[in-house]
């Protein structure tokens, strides 16, 4: 499903933006799983067989390094998300400060971060 597909008339106007950003980490995540299944699917870890008396133990025999793309799609996905709740929380307290005192601009918390409205 693409973005232009999905019925996003429940979504205020002023979060619109929102789906973007999300499809994009949607998109990535997808990536991360494939890639793990793949990853998964090639034996990433050995065992072996230890004689230990009247039993035997299986011990790790080794672990196929994790690929750098996965740590990165990770990093990637998470940031796309981070930056969905911040946008839309933005967004949210933007809004707000305009609905309830229209007269005046936008606090100054959003664009300086000095606190003051």
């Given at each position: 499903?693409?973005v232009h597909?999905?019925?996003?008339?429940?979504?205020?106007?002023?979060?619109?933006?929102?789906?973007?950003?999300l499809?994009?980490?949607?998109?990535?995540?997808?990536?991360?799983?494939?890639?793990?299944?793949?990853?998964?699917?090639?034996?990433?870890?050995?065992?072996?067989?230890?004689?230990?008396?009247?039993?035997?133990?299986?011990?790790?025999?080794?672990?196929?390094?994790?690929?750098?793309?996965?740590?990165?799609?990770?990093?990637?996905?998470l940031?796309?998300?981070?930056?969905?709740?911040?946008?839309?929380?933005?967004?949210?307290?933007?809004t707000?400060?305009?609905?309830?005192?229209?007269?005046?601009?936008?606090?100054?918390?959003?664009?300086?971060g000095?606190?003051?409205?």
């Open positions: 499903m693409s597909d999905a019925d996003c008339s429940w979504l205020p106007d002023h979060q619109l933006h929102v789906v973007g950003t499809a994009h980490g949607d998109h990535t995540i997808e990536r991360l799983l494939r890639l793990t299944h793949d990853y998964t699917e090639l034996g990433t870890i050995t065992f072996a067989q230890v004689r230990n008396g009247d039993r035997v133990d299986a011990v790790v025999q080794g672990v196929a390094p994790l690929p750098q793309a996965i740590s990165r799609l990770v990093a990637d996905a940031t796309q998300l981070r930056a969905a709740l911040e946008h839309t929380l933005y967004a949210e307290v933007a707000l400060l305009k609905v309830s005192s229209p007269s005046r601009p936008t606090c100054a918390l959003l664009s300086s000095s606190g003051m409205c």
